[in-house]
């Protein structure tokens, strides 16, 4: 049952952490957008992405991630 929970706790982990990783490229399409058009809407959206990753990645507490590394 432990492993079961330690199990499903690492999915969630990693699947947050391959979604900042979805964040960061698709934030880094935008830069290149907002390099070329110097458009004000782009640099809102790669505010929020990156606001939206900053918020997933303090869902997880320091001491799980110790923890699941030991």
Do not use: C
């Not at 399409?29 to 303090?58: C, M, P, W």
């Amino acid at each position: 049952m432990i492993a079961l929970l330690k199990g499903i706790i690492k999915f969630i982990i990693y699947g947050l952490l391959l979604f900042n990783l979805f964040l960061a490229s698709v934030a880094n399409v935008f830069t290149d957008h907002i390099q070329e058009s110097n458009s004000r809407f782009g640099l809102a959206l790669l505010l929020l992405i990156l606001f939206i990753s900053r918020k997933y990645i303090l869902m997880i507490p320091k001491s799980l991630i110790k923890g699941l590394i030991k």
